[in-house]
């Protein structure tokens, strides 16, 4: 079975086969310049041939890593934010039940997240409901300064030095950072964590297929080797030896760039499996830093269905028209689960009985299409076989590579991110922090 497959034939209202093909040969081009590192932000070109380079000892000392925690503690806490946070959480999410918790034998550890927001009250009530646990932390930042995980690192190293002393917390803390730069480098030196590296030419965003998400992962007992091996085969489907009708990052990264040039200025990303919701949290993040910049970019927006269709339904199919929709569509269910009949019908159902429910979801799924098709709305549709380690490592990968042809269509470095300074210097200067003396007595001002 094809690992994933793309259908852009509902598309075909809005653009032309003329305008997809115009964009052929500057998406190969593209994705050549991605593979010989000449393009816009070429140092941040690691994650290209990332899983291709993933040996068997690199992710045998990543394992080696999670065993030890998962020995040690019933809860592991991830602290870190956007690329260091969204990349372990949507896998995670997308490989676990969804009522995990409701378990009898819930799997241990369980994995927490901490550090992506500076929510008094999240932070509060994480430190609440770990107490009665054993507990170790994975601190996750890639410049070592970012001030949200460091403010949680800061209260949960303290908590976890005060429980089980210094000596231990060192073997129950482990930090994935710079390989030399940053204060969370030099604080891990000094207390003598274990570390991993973040490679320096792998920016935040690209960086799940590095310790950042894999270590996270592993403690969660997600299968690493699978998530990596799905990369791998799409690294490989989306080489730029592949020509592009076969290459289905290059068809999406073409085919979004055309609607955009028409007026197609945001695009949702839908499922209608929930657990897939971080997924789309993950590409909005992945598509929005690297996009949107220079006042240029398409604007990434996620849906679930058919919840949304309940809220948001409305405004897709007959709101503003400057929307597209991709649809990551599951073709295989895990679970079975079958409709039975009803020998009273008081509910008028039993035209569904004998029915599963995925039949029903998968004609949800075609008529809204067809629904928002017709409603001016093109719909790209990513079939993806079954929610599994090895076909979610592979879309994660195929959305990298399509982003990095898609920022070069659009004409913008798709590795950098200087957008994101602009609220830092502000909260800095608001918080008096030393250096910020001069901002501190403007922005007051401005208040
Ligand atoms: O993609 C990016 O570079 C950012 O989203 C970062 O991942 C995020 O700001 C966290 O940075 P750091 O890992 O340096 O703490």
């Known amino acids: 079975m094809e690992m994933l497959k793309i259908n852009t034939s509902k598309t075909s209202d809005a653009v ?11 998406a190969e081009q593209a994705n050549t310049l991605l593979r010989t590192r000449e393009g816009a932000g070429n140092d941040f070109l690691g994650w290209v041939n990332l899983p291709s380079s993933i040996d068997a000892a690199q992710l045998a000392a990543i394992q080696k890593e999670a065993e030890a925690l998962r020995s040690k503690a019933e809860v ?3 602290i870190g934010i956007g690329g260091s946070y969204l990349g372990a959480k949507a896998v995670l999410e997308a490989m676990s039940d969804s009522f995990a918790l409701l378990k009898k034998n819930p799997k241990k550890p369980v994995v927490v997240f901490a550090g992506q927001n500076i929510s008094e009250d999240y932070t509060y009530e994480l430190l609440d409901a770990v107490k009665d646990y054993s507990i170790a932390a994975i601190v996750i930042s890639k410049s070592g300064t970012t001030t949200e995980p460091a403010i949680a690192f800061r209260l949960i190293k303290a908590e976890i030095e005060k429980r089980y002393g210094k000596a231990e917390a060192a073997q129950r803390i482990v930090a994935i950072t710079d390989k ?3 204060a969370l480098k030099t604080l891990a030196t000094n207390e003598g964590y274990p570390t991993f590296v973040i490679p320096d030419d792998v920016g935040g965003r690209y960086s799940v297929l590095t310790p950042v998400g894999l270590l996270p992962l592993a403690v969660a007992g997600v299968n690493i080797a699978e ?3 799905g990369a791998q085969d799409m690294e490989k489907a989306t ?7 076969q290459n289905p990052a290059a068809i999406y990264a073409a085919t979004r760039n055309a609607l955009y040039r028409k007026g197609f200025k945001t695009e949702i990303l839908a499922s209608y499996e929930p657990k897939l919701q971080y997924i789309a949290e993950w590409w909005k993040q992945l598509y929005g ?3 949107g910049k220079e006042g240029k970019g398409i604007f990434p927006a ?17 709101g503003e028209r400057t929307l597209f929709e991709t649809v990551i569509s599951v073709t295989k269910p895990a679970h079975k689960v079958v409709i039975e009949a009803d020998k009273e019908n008081l509910d008028g159902l039993n035209f569904l009985a004998g029915k599963r429910i995925s039949e029903v979801n998968k004609m949800a799924e075609l008529g809204v299409a067809l629904a928002h098709v017709d409603g001016g709305v093109p719909n790209i549709r990513i079939e993806l076989p079954e929610i599994n380690e090895y076909y979610i490592g592979g879309l994660l990968y195929f959305f990298e590579k399509a982003c990095g042809i898609s920022g070069y269509l659009l004409g913008v470095n798709p590795f950098n991110q200087p957008g994101v300074e602009a609220y830092k210097k502000n909260m ?10 001069k901002e501190s007595a403007e922005i007051r001002k401005r208040l």
Request: glycine share 6%.
């Open 16 to 26: 032309t086969a003329a305008e997809i093909e115009a964009l052929k040969v500057p």
């Open 76 to 78: 592991v806490i991830a």
């Open 289 to 291: 830093e690297s996009e």
């Open 428 to 437: 800095f200067a608001l918080l008096d922090k030393p250096g910020y003396e």
């Open 180 to 182: 030399a730069r940053g």
């Open 302 to 318: 996620s849906v679930t269905l058919t919840a949304d269709l309940h809220s948001m339904g409305q405004y897709i199919q007959e």
């Open 227 to 229: 998530l990596v091996r």
């Open 239 to 245: 080489a730029d030896s592949v020509p592009f009708d």
